[in-house]
């Protein structure tokens, strides 16, 4: 399982490293259309995003974080 994580405040999660990658080019793109002059700093490896900084015009700046978690294990009943 893989999560998107917006700091602390926000996270989804997904079934895969693509589709979490995906989801935060989405929603880089999202910001930028929203401030033109937002600044993307991101680390990827082989075209997936691990980690990206977008600097808006904002008190803050927003970091994303793709992570992979750890499924709980299944207890038997």
């Given at each position: 399982?893989?999560?998107?994580?917006e700091?602390?405040?926000?996270?989804?999660?997904?079934?895969?490293?693509?589709?979490?990658?995906?989801?935060?080019?989405?929603?880089?793109?999202?910001?930028?259309?929203?401030?033109?002059?937002?600044?993307?700093?991101?680390?990827?490896?082989?075209?997936?995003?691990s980690?990206?900084?977008?600097?808006?015009?904002?008190?803050h700046?927003?970091?994303?974080?793709?992570e992979?978690?750890?499924?709980?294990k299944?207890?038997k009943?």
């Amino acid at each position: 399982m893989w999560q998107v994580r917006e700091g602390i405040d926000w996270n989804r999660q997904y079934c895969t490293q693509q589709e979490a990658s995906d989801a935060a080019k989405n929603m880089i793109e999202s910001w930028k259309a929203l401030y033109p002059t937002a600044e993307v700093d991101a680390k990827e490896n082989e075209g997936l995003i691990s980690q990206a900084i977008v600097q808006v015009e904002t008190l803050h700046d927003v970091t994303l974080f793709v992570e992979q978690v750890q499924q709980p294990k299944k207890t038997k009943e």
